[in-house]
């Protein structure tokens, strides 16, 4: 079955540690997309890829990084400048960018806490 | 920028019955769709119901539908004969014809059904 795989599940990072979260699709959808979900509130944008080896800045970008070198694959790392990287993280994806208003599928999330 | 609001934290409602979450939203677009998702205890995020501006007929799925008011900016979600399985937060979300993809979403309104 095609889908979102995000990997690990949980993860936990040390002061001054880089994490990455891993995010991959077989879905062949184009855009990729890495939320970050704290209690109780809605999703809000990292960053986003409309297709290979290009990605945009969302609303919250800041001690954040990503790489889009293959279209299955959108890994984000959570840099030491972000200070307060305790959250849910969502990866999604959508079909191609041609076909606009496509519902975003989503992976089943990392959930991240400092030690 | 595009702006969703929910104005209902918390809902709940006695099995079978119905209940109604409210969504409002401020653009200037013309061009855009809006989506329901689905967040159980899980924390996946499920597709509930999509609807597309353009279309005057209001979006149906089973047991949900949709109360689209285009002046009015408000995309209400309604769940007829509520089930126990029902139970989540809902999120309603905005996405431009144009933004290939993204979307921007409200603060959520925690669903709980009652046996």
């Known amino acids: 079955d095609g889908g979102i795989t995000q990997s690990p599940k949980y993860l936990f990072r040390k002061e001054g540690q880089n994490v990455t979260l891993s995010c991959e699709q077989n879905?062949?959808?184009?855009?990729m997309y890495w939320y970050r979900q704290d209690p109780g509130q809605g999703l809000r944008l990292i960053y986003y890829?409309?297709?290979?080896?290009?990605?945009q800045k969302g609303d919250i970008a800041e001690g954040y990084s990503v790489s889009r070198e293959k279209k299955e694959s959108f890994p984000l790392t959570v840099t030491s400048a972000q200070k307060n990287p305790t959250a849910f993280y969502l990866c999604?994806?959508?079909?191609?960018?041609?076909?606009?208003?496509?519902?975003?599928?989503f992976g089943d999330g990392t959930r991240l806490s400092i030690l | 920028a595009q702006t969703v609001t929910q104005s209902q934290p918390e809902m709940s409602v006695q099995e079978a019955e119905t209940v109604t979450l409210s969504c409002t939203y401020d653009t200037s677009e013309n061009n855009y769709y809006l989506f329901w998702y689905k967040q159980p205890p899980s924390r996946q995020m499920i597709l509930v119901i999509r609807?597309?501006?353009?279309?005057?007929q209001n979006a149906t799925e089973n047991r949900f539908s949709v109360n689209f008011q285009k002046a009015a900016k408000s995309f209400s979600l309604k769940i007829s004969d509520s089930q126990l399985g029902d139970t989540a937060m809902y999120f309603c979300a905005f996405m431009i014809g144009t933004s290939y993809g993204k979307l921007t979403f409200g603060q959520g309104t925690i669903l709980t059904v009652h046996p």
């Open positions: 879905l062949n959808h184009d855009a």
């Open positions: 890829s409309q297709i290979v080896n290009d990605f």
């Open positions: 999604a994806s959508t079909p191609t960018r041609d076909r606009m208003g496509q519902p975003q599928h």
């Open positions: 609807q597309e501006a353009y279309k005057q």
